[in-house]
């Protein structure tokens, strides 16, 4: 199952809520953390134009792009998915939903038949509707139970991330207990 697996992720660094200015976001952490679990490929979610380091200025871009629905470039070709039928899909919740250039990403691959797994950083809001709108958005992709992991223990305390991480990926099949 793993060798058909990608994780792809969205995240962000510089000043982030409640740790401060780090120097690799919640999200590329807990990526790679699952790429070496499963010993398989990533693919990194980035835009073209970037964001703000600023955490103010980083939410009113976001926020701005929520609101227009928008799609923003990304700077790296999209993978070919052709290989693959498992998509774990690490990102966070950004104004109780996907980052939109997660929605770029999507968009622009094959989602159809695809068993897409969630795995969101947060601070608050867990998952919020991200499962429910990956389904609606997506129809033909099966979107599993995600998980939700605030991005303050990802940064503080990996061990314990680590446990949270192999228990949701044992649970669904990826890797035995």
């Known amino acids: 199952m793993n060798e058909n697996t990608l994780v792809a992720y969205?995240?962000?660094?510089?000043?982030?809520?409640?740790?401060?200015?780090?120097?690799?976001?919640?999200?590329?952490?807990?990526?790679?953390?699952?790429?070496d679990l499963l010993g398989t490929s990533e693919y990194e979610i980035c835009t073209a134009e970037g964001y703000p380091d600023d955490l103010e200025e980083c939410n009113r871009k976001a926020k701005q792009e929520h609101d227009e629905?928008?799609?923003?470039?990304?700077?790296?070709?999209l993978p070919d998915m052709s290989g693959f039928s498992n998509l774990v899909l690490v990102y966070p919740n950004w104004w109780g939903d996907l980052p939109m250039a997660v929605y770029t990403f999507l968009d622009g691959i094959r989602t159809e038949g695809l068993d897409i797994y969630p795995v969101c950083t947060h601070e608050d809001n867990g998952l919020a509707m991200t499962e429910r709108i990956l389904s609606q958005t997506y129809p033909k992709a099966r979107i599993m139970k995600g998980v939700a992991i605030r991005g303050t223990l990802i940064q503080c305390d990996r061990n314990s991330t680590k446990?949270?991480?192999?228990?949701?990926?044992?649970d669904r099949g990826f890797i035995k207990k």
């Open 10 to 35: 969205f995240s962000r660094k510089g000043i982030n809520f409640r740790v401060g200015s780090v120097e690799k976001g919640s999200a590329e952490i807990l990526a790679d953390m699952i790429a």
């Open 69 to 77: 629905n928008a799609r923003p470039e990304l700077r790296n070709a």
């Open 163 to 170: 446990d949270i991480v192999i228990k949701y990926l044992s």
